[in-house]
């Protein structure tokens, strides 16, 4: 596996290059993640995501030591790419002070109150937690999470901050379920979305 400085290297260089690229993860060996690098931190790279046929679908942040691998697609997919209304690919228009330097930061700046995103975690099995924002503190984020038949979790749960290696927002499952679960709860202890305070006791 290419060296964390290459990797690195090659994910800078691939931002504003309008290059479609494939990233295999090295949690999940078989798993690859397509787009185009938009930004890259100390600590993640964001990538305006593509899934099959070239379309687009929403954004991706993942931690750079997740990656293992980078290479540039050769298809078609980046022509079809070129004549979709995303175009050109970029981060979220919302995310204007983007911080990809911490885990910490990049939740700040990436997520947005109401909306759904989605977390992968350093476990042994796949799973994707699906909700919107409630609480971020130093080492703990707290979402309200949502179920596959669209119904809001009672209560908000937390996930250590080091044990998050993707971040998933705005893609098709999500706008479907958005769709369909309807209006979050709302916590109103819950300081403004963005600014910490200690862990939850």
Request: charged share 25%; glycine share 6%; hydrophobic share 40%.
């Amino acid at each position: 596996m290419p060296s964390a400085k290459k990797i690195r290297k090659k994910v800078t260089r691939a931002v504003g290059s309008e290059r479609l690229m494939r990233l295999r993860r090295a949690s999940r060996e078989n798993q690859t993640i397509d787009g185009f690098a938009v930004a890259v931190g100390a600590e993640w790279a964001l990538l305006h995501r593509t899934m099959d046929g070239g379309f687009f679908d929403g954004h991706v942040a993942i931690r750079l030591d997740d990656i293992a691998s980078v290479d540039r697609v050769s298809s078609f997919e980046t022509s079809f790419a070129r004549t979709q209304p995303e175009w050109p690919p970029a981060a979220p228009a919302r995310a204007a002070e983007l911080d990809l330097d911490t885990t910490s930061g990049m939740l700040a700046s990436l997520l947005h109150p109401g909306e759904l995103f989605g977390i992968e975690r350093n476990k042994k099995y796949d799973a994707i937690w699906i909700g919107v924002p409630d609480e971020l503190t130093r080492r703990w984020l707290y979402m309200w999470e949502v179920s596959p038949d669209a119904s809001w979790h009672a209560q908000p749960s937390g996930y250590r901050l080091r044990t998050i290696t993707m971040v998933r927002t705005n893609d098709h499952y999500q706008r479907g379920l958005t769709a369909i679960a309807g209006a979050p709860p709302v916590d109103p202890s819950s300081p403004p979305w963005g600014s910490f305070r200690e862990p939850k006791k």
